[in-house]
């Protein structure tokens, strides 16, 4: 078993038992060992993975430093989908520090790459926490069309899903759209 192996199994094992800051660190550590052997893109996927670690910890600023970066390798590889996450991580990681507005955006942008990769399920997620944003942020219609179209990209919609879904129908009709 190569070192990054065994780092890699200890960091899945701490994060699977709550203990975010050792399983970010060691997230961290594997990014460093897969950067000097040139594995750029995996060593970004440690740093999302620590980025995710870090935000579960309560360290916005760590989970950005970890993130930064990491979408331009992705986009570099032609990988939409892992671009697309790296977005997330970000945007997630810019809201928790308060950054509303580059919170907005990077979760628009990795809307826009799931829709591309066709990844629904992401898609949808994301667009969840943009219309929660959004909603915050006083874009009661922005934020209800950005619901409307999380929930359109769910191939089967759970009771509370479907019951949001007839409520956001109320004020659309309301304006003919």
């Given at each position: ?18 203990n ?78 308060g ?8 979760y ?36 209800m069309?950005?619901m ?30």
């Amino acid at each position: 078993m190569t070192e990054i192996d065994a780092n890699l199994e200890e960091a899945q094992r701490a994060y699977k038992e709550e203990n975010f800051d050792d399983a970010a660190k060691k997230f961290e550590e594997i990014a460093r060992l897969l950067n000097d052997t040139g594995d750029a893109p995996r060593a970004a996927e440690m740093k999302n993975n620590a980025s995710v670690a870090w935000l579960r910890f309560g360290d916005a600023q760590a989970a950005l430093r970890c993130a930064e970066g990491t979408a331009a390798v992705f986009a570099a590889a032609g990988d939409l989908q892992k671009q697309g996450m790296a977005l997330g991580n970000l945007a997630a990681a810019l809201e928790a520090l308060g950054d509303i507005p580059a919170a907005i955006d990077s979760y628009q942008q990795s809307a826009d790459l799931f829709k591309q990769s066709g990844d629904r399920d992401l898609r949808a997620t994301v667009l969840q926490s943009l219309s929660s944003l959004q909603m915050r942020r006083g874009k009661q219609m922005e934020a209800m069309a950005t619901m409307q179209t999380a929930l359109d990209q769910k191939p089967k919609l759970n009771w509370r899903e479907k019951f949001l879904q007839k409520l956001l129908k109320v004020p659309f009709k309301m304006l003919n759209r």
